[in-house]
């Protein structure tokens, strides 16, 4: 499953309030990424990172954020989340060697 | 920026019979192509990848796809499904964001496959 861990699998939240997910690897690669997926959409990439606090935005980055100040852990924050956040987050990898992404297991949030 | 579509959101099949799942990319320069399942509950697994060499590509559980260029189109294809392949499907394409060398895949909406007894 190429270590990556997603905490909580699970989140229910209030309307306003701050979440933030968090990807975890145990293999020390560099570039992590972050999708979000939502029936009739397939997956699409909210923001990744190609290193320690090197990140950039990717399709639906609108009220996300990130922040990578460790290579093990990726944080994916709502600043305040919205019903239109709620969705299945999954976290993947990418080692230099490969080009396919290696998937977590996902987070389910509904924003309520 | 870079584009999937897959033509078929739902495909029922009987068991046995022949599969054959569409893709089509924007161009966008060098490529690399994948295919990944999703079983109920779970996470995204590859099938299979094409990024060079053979445009006729094999993946785990008897799945392989076809790279035709000149169609900007990458099908997944199976000769024989069980129902254990009941599942969704994802094409993806490899695109570039930034000059820093880093890249997401671009997905296409999924192919819902349900395979009936």
């Known amino acids: 499953d190429a270590g990556i861990t997603q905490s909580p699998r699970h989140k229910v939240t209030e309307t306003g309030t701050p979440v933030t997910l968090r990807c975890h690897q145990t293999?020390?690669?560099?570039?992590m990424y972050w999708y979000r997926q939502d029936p009739g959409h397939g997956l699409r990439l909210i923001h990744y990172?190609?290193?320690?606090?090197?990140?950039d935005k990717g399709e639906v980055s609108d009220g996300y954020s990130v922040s990578r100040s460790k290579t093990e852990d990726f944080l994916l924050t709502l600043e305040s989340a919205t019903s239109s956040q709620t969705s299945v987050y999954f976290c993947?990898?990418?080692?230099?060697?490969?080009?396919?992404?290696?998937f977590g297991q996902g987070t389910r949030l509904t924003v309520v | 920026a870079q584009s999937v579509s897959q033509h078929n959101h739902h495909v029922i099949l009987s068991e046995a019979a022949s599969l054959e799942l569409g893709c089509n990319y924007s161009?966008?320069?060098?490529?690399?192509l994948f295919w990944y399942v999703q079983y109920p509950g779970q996470h995204l697994q590859l099938l299979l990848k094409y990024f060079s060499g053979d445009p006729l590509v094999k993946g785990i559980k008897g799945f392989e796809a076809e790279f035709i260029k000149s169609k900007f189109s990458f099908n997944l294809r199976k000769p024989s499904v069980q129902w254990s392949d009941t599942a969704e499907y994802f094409c993806?394409?490899?695109?570039?964001?930034?000059?820093?060398?880093?890249?997401?895949?671009?997905f296409g909406k999924g192919t819902h496959l349900i395979i009936q007894p």
């Open positions: 993806a394409v490899r695109s570039m964001y930034s000059g820093g060398g880093a890249d997401g895949l671009t």
């Open positions: 161009y966008g320069g060098t490529v690399n």
């Open positions: 993947a990898i990418r080692t230099d060697s490969s080009t396919e992404a290696f």
């Open positions: 293999e020390n690669h560099r570039y």
């Open positions: 990172s190609y290193g320690v606090k090197d990140t």
